[in-house]
């Protein structure tokens, strides 16, 4: 109940300051994103509709492929509601996606649209799922947290544990083993969820899974890939001298580590770095680079781009 409460006062405190916020200023910003074969007009096309209503165009990036006539772009822009109302907001681009028979057409108005909910899959080690609750606590992040899975436990007393009853965010503790994936379990939890974070699962999600859930799931992992694979790859290559070090966060698909990235980062290392300093500087680069994924992703700025590409405005 005390959870429940905290989960109620934090929606409270977001509407609290959004209305604050509009009532110093009438406009809201919006985000666009438009893919659609690429002609002539576009852009023009577009900036009228927006400017039709009283809105104002702060930042527009476009993209078009070479030799491929297919057109890209995400619009940020200001409006006042009263003006224009979200629904025919929303409408008015829909005329515009079937004047260019766009394959996508995405509208978000931050302050009004509900936060994506998501879940966050963790397994043993923490650094990434602890990074996430923080910038979430912090409001660093767009998202609301519906749960945390984990195949492994955590003790009552243990800082994950404190902070989620703390918040009242739901732990389910689903351990695994060799042909019990306790998929159809996730599935069940995650249902009501926009997308999910895998915070270093350390599990395989079958196709099954992933055509189950039927929507995005963005994975971590160190960047360390392909050349040091299996247990403790940092020891291994540590030991093997490395000068630099990443992380990448990429897409869910059925080929494993291998969908569309999203982000990545990296960092030299070198002989001063010792096995401890050289493990703290790859979880750091997990962390950011995961939390940066998550942030571009709910701010409309990554597309897929052919098969396995991404466009990241």
Known sequence: MVGAQARVSSSLRRAA??????????????????????????VAKLSECIASKGGNIHCVD???????????????????????????????????????????SIVRVPDLDLRYKIAVLASKQDHCLVDLLHRWQDQRLPVDINCIISNHPRAPNTHVIRFLE???????????????????????????????????????????????????IINIHHGLLPSFKGGNPSRQAFEAGVKLIGATSHFVTEELDAGPIIEQM??????????????????????????QAIKSYCELRVIPYESRKTVVF
């Open 62 to 104: 476009v993209f078009v492929p070479e030799n491929k006539r297919i057109f890209y772009s995400r619009t940020e822009f200001s409006f006042d509601p009263s003006r224009w109302p979200r629904h025919v907001l929303e409408s008015d681009f829909q005329k515009l996606a079937k004047h260019f028979g766009a394959e996508r």
């Open 166 to 216: 703390r918040h009242g965010i739901p732990f389910h503790c689903l351990p695994t083993g060799p042909g019990k994936k306790r998929e159809e379990e996730i599935l069940e939890l995650v249902e009501d969820t926009d997308f999910l974070v895998l915070a270093r699962y350390m599990q395989i999600l079958s196709g099954g899974f992933l055509q189950a859930y039927g929507k995005d």
């Open 17 to 42: 300051a959004r209305a604050f916020s509009s009532s110093t200023s009438p406009f809201f910003r919006g985000i666009h994103v438009f893919q659609c074969p690429d002609v002539v007009g576009i």
């Open 266 to 291: 990296v960092e030299r290392v070198s002989h001063k770095d010792n096995l401890t300093s050289f493990v703290m500087k790859s979880e750091n680069l997990e962390k950011q680079c995961l939390s």
